[in-house]
């Protein structure tokens, strides 16, 4: 088995930075791509940045040129720094995933639990 654990959120000022990381844990397994989402209340969870294994990135159109993604695959972590944050940037945000088990070959998604970024105007 494989768990995500983030950590990283909390309360900032507009304007502000925050650093949020999620590290994979578990036996035999390879990690493909990662990324971040993030989720309001009653609205559907969207992408907010991706990472291929290659590094290859990607963003929200939100977020290009405040946010950054990256990776450590010898620490098998994901960041997201955040800077220039905006009220509209509150959000839970989840770190995901592509995980490919070795002990059965089977390639799954899979979540971190989530962590609440609040940014006050």
């Known amino acids: 088995q494989v768990q995500l654990v983030e950590s990283g959120g909390g309360l900032v000022q507009a304007g502000g930075s925050l650093r949020l990381s999620c590290a994979a844990s578990g036996s035999r397994f390879s990690i493909n791509t990662m990324g971040w989402y993030r989720q309001t209340p009653g609205k559907q969870r969207e992408l907010v940045a991706g990472i291929s294994s290659g590094s290859s990135t990607n963003y929200a159109d939100s977020v290009k040129g405040r946010f950054t993604v990256s990776r450590d695959n010898a620490k098998n972590t994901v960041y997201l720094q955040m800077n220039a944050l905006k009220p509209e940037d509150t959000a839970v945000y989840y770190c995901?995933?592509?995980?490919?088990?070795?002990?059965?070959?089977?390639?799954?998604?899979?979540w971190g639990q989530g962590t609440q970024v609040t940014v006050s105007s």
């Open positions: 995901n995933a592509q995980i490919l088990l070795l002990s059965n070959w089977r390639l799954d998604s899979y």
